[in-house]
Each structure stands twice: as structure tokens, then as C-alpha cells.
T-cell receptor, first 115, second 116 residues
Framework: AQTVTQSQPEMSVQEAETVTLSCTYD???????LFWYKQPPSRQMILVIR??????QNATENRFSVNFQKAAKSFSLKISDSQLGDAAMYFC????????????FGTGTSLTVIP | ETGVTQTPRHLVMGMTNKKSLKCEQH?????MYWYKQSAKKPLELMFV???????ENNSVPSRFSPECPNSSHLFLHLHTLQPEDSALYLC???????????????FGPGTRLTVL
């Protein structure tokens, strides 16, 4: 089974600053999908951004962007102009092209935004 | 209602009780999932249903019994649980489980379960 590692249990960032959350994964596959999910306190988990492995261009969604390094098996999330509403747990997830019904999640990074 | 809903949001039960968790999705998806979320651990996939058929059972103890009467509803029946089963139980849905396409999962708010 694939494993997803988020090495930063907790991170903090000043409001309006930029923060990068790290994620690495272990796989022998060449085709797969990667996701970042956000889970605010006591609220629903929502998708932040997604990336297909065979697309070299890094995905962006407004203030959120990723740095996808396929050879290094790294998928970091950059949040620019951080806002108080960005405070949440962030989970990195991997989905195989071959076994599509299995998502593998990391342990999460708790992000605090300091006013 | 939109998205994925779960009831109840909070549940406290004794080890001898029988209770059920309910999940409903209003997204027209074909696949539904149950996850267990415990602190400092990755989400644990419990069950997967695709077009009402169970396609995954990740070695879940028999005290957890899923039911999927149709593609929009998913239940998790609980009986004789243990205190270590206390966790947040998340339901999710996705368009399908095909390898192709993102098929990202949409999550419900979860049921916070406490077993005494």
C-alpha cells in the first residue's frame, strides 16, 4: 500500500504571509492523483487543490498552489496571503490510477494563522 | 440539502448498545465510503460501496456493519463497541471509483462517537 507522510504536525503563519506545507509519498506507480484537503475545526473536510501525476504543470487555485516534484515524490502546498480562515488541519492524499477506490491520507498538519 | 450529510453529529453509547450512523449524499455520486478518523493517525478507510455493492472491507471488525440500500444512502450499524472505537466517523462520496479521472471524495461533517 502507498504511504503518505506529512512531517509537520503543526505549523503557524502570520496573517498575510506565505506558508508551505510538505507532503511526500511512496509509490511505484507512474499514474496517480494527489490532493490537499482542508478540515477546519468542527467543520467539514473540503478539497483545496488536486494534481494529476502526468501533468507537469503545478496546479493553482487562487491563493493555493502546489509544488509537485514527481521524481522526489513530493507534493507541497503553498498558501499565499494567509487569512484567518485558512486555520485548519490540512491533509495530503494519494489516489492510485490502478486501484481507484483507495485514497491514502497523511496524518495531517495543523495550521495556525496568527493575526 | 446539498453535499453530504451525516446524522447524528454526536453519539454517546455504552458497549452493549446498538446504534446506527446515517449518511446521505445529494451529489448524484455512485460511490460512498466510511472512514474512521482518530487523532494523530491517517484516515482509516473502512468500507467502500460502488453502485450499492461493497467493493472494499479493510479488515473491519464485525461489530461494524455497513448497509447501502441505494447510491444515495449509507448506514453504519454499531453493536457491542469498545472504548477504542471512539472516534470521528466520516462518510464520503465520489462520482465513481474508476482509475481514470480525479474522482475526488466529498466528505460529510462526521459523527463524533464516544463509547463508554
Amino acid at each position: 500500500a502507498q504511504t503518505v507522510t506529512q512531517s509537520q504536525p503543526e505549523m503557524s503563519v502570520q496573517e498575510a504571509e506565505t506558508v508551505t506545507l510538505s507532503c511526500t509519498y511512496d509509490t511505484s506507480e507512474s499514474d496517480y492523483y494527489l490532493f490537499w484537503y482542508k478540515q477546519p475545526p468542527s467543520r467539514q473536510m473540503i478539497l483545496v487543490i488536486r494534481q494529476e501525476a502526468y501533468k507537469q504543470q503545478n496546479a493553482t487555485e487562487n491563493r493555493f498552489s502546489v509544488n509537485f516534484q514527481k521524481a522526489a515524490k513530493s507534493f507541497s502546498l503553498k498558501i499565499s496571503d494567509s487569512q484567518l480562515g485558512d486555520a485548519a488541519m490540512y491533509f495530503c492524499a494519494y489516489r492510485s490510477w490502478n486501484t481507484g477506490n483507495q485514497f491514502y491520507f497523511g496524518t495531517g498538519t495543523s495550521l495556525t494563522v496568527i493575526p | 440539502e446539498t453535499g453530504v450529510t451525516q446524522t447524528p453529529r454526536h453519539l454517546v453509547m455504552g458497549m452493549t448498545n446498538k446504534k446506527s450512523l446515517k449518511c446521505e449524499q445529494h451529489l448524484g455520486h455512485n460511490a460512498m465510503y466510511w472512514y474512521k478518523q482518530s487523532a494523530k493517525k491517517p484516515l482509516e478507510l473502512m468500507f467502500v460501496y460502488n453502485f450499492k455493492e461493497q467493493t472494499e472491507n479493510n479488515s473491519v471488525p464485525s461489530r461494524f456493519s455497513p448497509e447501502c440500500p441505494n447510491s444515495s444512502h449509507l448506514f453504519l450499524h454499531l453493536h457491542t463497541l469498545q472504548p477504542e472505537d471512539s472516534a470521528l466517523y466520516l462518510c464520503a462520496s465520489s462520482p465513481g471509483t474508476s482509475g481514470r479521472g480525479y474522482n475526488e471524495q466529498f466528505f460529510g461533517p462526521g459523527t463524533r462517537l464516544t463509547v463508554l
